[in-house]
Protein backbone atom coordinates (compact mmCIF):
# COMPACT_ATOMS: atom_id res chain seq x y z
CA UNK A 1 0.00 0.00 0.00
CA UNK A 2 1.25 3.32 -0.88
CA UNK A 3 -0.24 6.02 1.60
CA UNK A 4 0.29 10.01 1.64
CA UNK A 5 -1.10 12.63 3.62
CA UNK A 6 -1.10 15.53 5.70
CA UNK A 7 -2.50 16.17 9.24
CA UNK A 8 -3.23 18.90 12.03
CA UNK A 9 -2.19 17.78 14.78
CA UNK A 10 -3.44 20.23 18.25
CA UNK A 11 -1.83 19.21 21.78
CA UNK A 12 -3.02 22.12 23.70
CA UNK A 13 -4.93 20.81 27.12
CA UNK A 14 -7.87 22.16 26.03
CA UNK A 15 -8.81 20.50 22.85
CA UNK A 16 -5.92 17.59 21.91
CA UNK A 17 -6.60 15.57 19.05
CA UNK A 18 -6.17 15.56 14.84
CA UNK A 19 -7.23 16.03 11.50
CA UNK A 20 -5.54 13.67 9.05
CA UNK A 21 -6.46 13.40 5.11
CA UNK A 22 -4.67 11.25 2.49
CA UNK A 23 -5.01 8.65 0.06
CA UNK A 24 -3.89 4.78 -0.52
CA UNK A 25 -3.31 2.96 -3.23
CA UNK A 26 -3.16 -0.90 -2.66
CA UNK A 27 -0.38 -3.21 -4.17
CA UNK A 28 -0.13 -5.05 -7.27
CA UNK A 29 -2.21 -7.81 -6.64
CA UNK A 30 -4.11 -6.99 -4.01
CA UNK A 31 -7.87 -7.39 -4.38
CA UNK A 32 -9.11 -4.80 -2.68
CA UNK A 33 -10.19 -4.34 1.15
CA UNK A 34 -13.27 -4.53 3.51
CA UNK A 35 -13.06 -2.74 6.26
CA UNK A 36 -16.46 -3.17 7.23
CA UNK A 37 -15.49 -6.85 7.92
CA UNK A 38 -11.48 -6.81 8.80
CA UNK A 39 -9.94 -4.80 11.35
CA UNK A 40 -8.26 -1.04 11.02
CA UNK A 41 -5.66 -0.09 12.88
CA UNK A 42 -4.21 3.62 12.72
CA UNK A 43 -1.04 4.86 13.80
CA UNK A 44 -0.08 8.65 14.00
CA UNK A 45 2.61 9.71 15.77
CA UNK A 46 2.44 8.07 19.25
CA UNK A 47 -1.51 7.77 18.70
CA UNK A 48 -2.74 4.34 17.93
CA UNK A 49 -5.94 2.75 17.97
CA UNK A 50 -7.38 -0.63 16.20
CA UNK A 51 -11.08 -0.44 15.20
CA UNK A 52 -12.68 -3.68 15.54
CA UNK A 53 -13.70 -5.85 12.51
CA UNK A 54 -17.21 -5.24 11.84
CA UNK A 55 -17.61 -1.58 12.93
CA UNK A 56 -16.85 0.11 9.92
CA UNK A 57 -20.44 0.72 8.15
CA UNK A 58 -20.80 0.30 4.45
CA UNK A 59 -22.85 2.58 2.03
CA UNK A 60 -24.45 2.12 -1.32
CA UNK A 61 -21.44 4.13 -2.90
CA UNK A 62 -18.68 2.27 -1.39
CA UNK A 63 -17.82 4.87 0.85
CA UNK A 64 -16.58 3.28 4.99
CA UNK A 65 -17.54 5.31 8.15
CA UNK A 66 -16.82 4.01 11.23
CA UNK A 67 -18.05 7.36 14.17
CA UNK A 68 -17.33 6.18 17.69
CA UNK A 69 -15.38 6.29 21.19
CA UNK A 70 -12.53 4.52 21.29
CA UNK A 71 -10.46 4.27 24.48
CA UNK A 72 -11.72 7.94 25.51
CA UNK A 73 -11.13 9.49 21.99
CA UNK A 74 -14.10 10.42 19.54
CA UNK A 75 -13.21 9.50 16.77
CA UNK A 76 -14.48 9.90 12.68
CA UNK A 77 -12.70 7.91 10.03
CA UNK A 78 -13.99 7.87 6.39
CA UNK A 79 -12.61 5.79 3.34
CA UNK A 80 -13.76 6.51 0.21
CA UNK A 81 -13.10 4.39 -3.08
CA UNK A 82 -11.54 6.81 -5.83
CA UNK A 83 -10.94 4.57 -8.87
CA UNK A 84 -9.15 1.32 -9.50
CA UNK A 85 -6.70 0.18 -6.28
CA UNK A 86 -7.34 4.52 -4.90
CA UNK A 87 -8.75 5.33 -1.94
CA UNK A 88 -9.14 8.75 -0.02
CA UNK A 89 -9.26 8.64 4.31
CA UNK A 90 -10.05 10.90 6.38
CA UNK A 91 -10.29 10.92 10.52
CA UNK A 92 -10.70 13.15 13.07
CA UNK A 93 -9.74 12.73 16.62
CA UNK A 94 -11.06 14.43 19.71
CA UNK A 95 -9.52 13.62 23.36
CA UNK A 96 -6.09 12.26 21.21
CA UNK A 97 -3.41 13.08 23.02
CA UNK A 98 -0.31 13.82 21.01
CA UNK A 99 1.84 15.92 23.66
CA UNK A 100 5.41 15.59 22.45
CA UNK A 101 4.63 14.80 18.84
CA UNK A 102 7.13 16.66 16.35
CA UNK A 103 7.86 16.00 12.82
CA UNK A 104 7.80 14.33 10.28
CA UNK A 105 5.08 12.47 12.31
CA UNK A 106 5.09 8.21 11.23
CA UNK A 107 1.64 7.24 9.88
CA UNK A 108 0.76 3.44 9.56
CA UNK A 109 -2.48 2.16 8.23
CA UNK A 110 -3.56 -1.24 8.42
CA UNK A 111 -6.94 -2.54 6.93
CA UNK A 112 -6.88 -6.42 7.70
CA UNK A 113 -3.43 -7.90 6.36
CA UNK A 114 -2.99 -4.68 4.01
CA UNK A 115 -1.06 -1.87 5.34
CA UNK A 116 1.44 0.80 4.32
CA UNK A 117 3.20 3.35 6.23
CA UNK A 118 4.33 7.20 5.68
CA UNK A 119 6.23 9.88 7.49
CA UNK A 120 3.66 12.94 7.62
CA UNK A 121 4.95 16.71 7.83
CA UNK A 122 2.05 17.85 10.08
CA UNK A 123 0.92 21.61 11.25
CA UNK A 124 1.43 21.00 15.26
CA UNK A 125 -0.31 23.72 17.21
Not at 52 to 59: E, T
Not at 102 to 121: D, F, H, M, R
Amino acid sequence: MTLTAKAEITTGSHHPGFELSGSFTLGTGIAGIAPDTQAVSLVLGNFSTTILAGSFRKNKKGVYTFEGKINGVKLEFRIVPAGGAGFTLSAEAAGANLAGTSNPVPLGLLIGGNGGTAQVKAEIH
